[in-house]
């Protein structure tokens, strides 16, 4: 099964389209990294895919048409993390990620298979939201209102609701940014682990997990990804399995310079840290 299908899909914000004619399959457990220069339409890509802005063309869902799916089904297939934005709302750590629940539930009754009593609904709820505040780091601190976080902590907070949604997809937007190095490295695992697993939809058919995220770091997409996708100029540069497509020529198409004469600097540069 294909996690996402993608046919002619062009979108936008205004008259003229950001993104022109995308193309592409992706299988049920693969990880997609979206990788471009900025303003090359990579995040309204991601949008798309989750149906939040207009668009031309079609897009499938595990199948499904995006456009026929209700908010709550899409909800119920795959979560998104936005880049950061500012926070109006004074809910607490815990309860902002306990709002990642909603959505399973009201599939599950949908489907009819809310076959658990409302105790053990709790129950699940409960460990499947600790889980998460520990998986981000935030367990210690799940009572702070998240209007006072910093921006890496706030960071944590949408990332521990994505998990707590407990979806097959998972679409992110920057995934890093705000985070120190420590929470880099763990969030990379988290989600290298996370996306070697299965998730169940509410009516019961198991899903292999599937990672779409947009990147600037190019280390972080070479680290997590299967396959790539690089826009320029809201069209598709180059697509494929990573081994395939992320070549020299490629990177400095997409990005303007010698991306890999450039990393290949930094290399040296870590290089000649002395041990002690």
Known sequence: MNAISVSNLSAGYGADPVIKDIN?????????????????????????????????GDIKILGHDLSSLKRREIAGMMAMMSQLSPVYFSYSIRETVELGRFARHENERAAGSLLKTSHESLVHDREMVDKCLELTGLKDIEKKQISSLSGGQLQRVFLARCFAQETPIILLDEPTNHLDLKYQAELMEH??????????????????????????DISLAVEISSDMIFIKNGEVLCQGEKDKVFTASVLENAYGMDVAGYMNRQRRIWGKMREY
Not at 24 to 48: Q, V
Request: glycine residues 14%.
């Open 191 to 216: 989600l290298e682990n996370w996306s070697k697993g299965q998730t169940q939809l509410p009516d019961g058919t198991k899903v292999p997990n599937t990672l779409v995220g947009v990147f600037h």
């Open 24 to 56: 592409f399959n992706l299988e049920c457990g693969r990880k997609l990294s979206i990788m471009g220069a900025n303003g090359s339409g990579k995040t309204t890509l991601l949008r798309s895919l989750n149906g939040l802005i207009k668009y031309k």
